[in-house]
């Protein structure tokens, strides 16, 4: 490319930019969290247990969490559910994981979900994100992925 031809793209960039710098909103720097960033749900199915999990942030500090859990494979075990909650330590400025207490579904492998476990979590921790694990009492064990907090 000749020095004309990157002079004119220069100066076409320069134009461009410039005139899209007075078309940006004032707040752009904050971002809007729509409801379905904030309410996220995850599933977990394998042999001995299934599960979910749906987590509504509610701000950068608290969350609504669901959970649900079944036996799905008459083995004796009892399938159990809990969330785990990545947070960041304010005063050592380090990320760690508050594991939540396990919830139990005692009803066997014909017994369904059992009851739903409905509870606001609120860390005095900034809260980064949320994931659920489900057990087949501890013999199998798997954790989902990470639902991100939007605010």
Not at 24 to 29: G, K, N, T
Not at 83 to 110: E, F, K, M
Not at 118 to 135: R, S, Y
Request: charged share 15%; net charge positive.
């Amino acid at each position: 490319m000749n020095v004309h031809k990157r002079l004119a793209l220069a100066t076409a960039t320069v134009a461009l930019g410039a005139g899209l710098a007075g078309t940006v909103p004032a707040q752009a720097d904050q971002p809007s969290i729509s409801a379905q960033a904030a309410t996220q749900r995850r599933d977990i199915c394998f042999s001995g247990a299934c599960g979910s999990a749906t987590v509504t942030f509610q701000s950068h500090y608290s969350a609504n969490v669901s959970m649900s859990v079944a036996d799905n494979r008459c083995d004796a075990h009892p399938a159990k559910v809990r969330i785990l909650a990545d947070q960041y330590h304010l005063s050592t400025g380090s990320r760690y994981t508050w594991h939540g207490p396990w919830r139990v579904n005692h009803r066997g492998c014909h017994g369904g979900t059992g009851p739903a476990w409905n509870k606001t979590f609120v860390g005095g921790d900034p809260l980064l994100g949320m994931k659920v694990e489900i057990c087949n009492d501890g013999v199998k064990c798997r954790t989902s992925s990470e639902m991100y907090n939007p605010y």
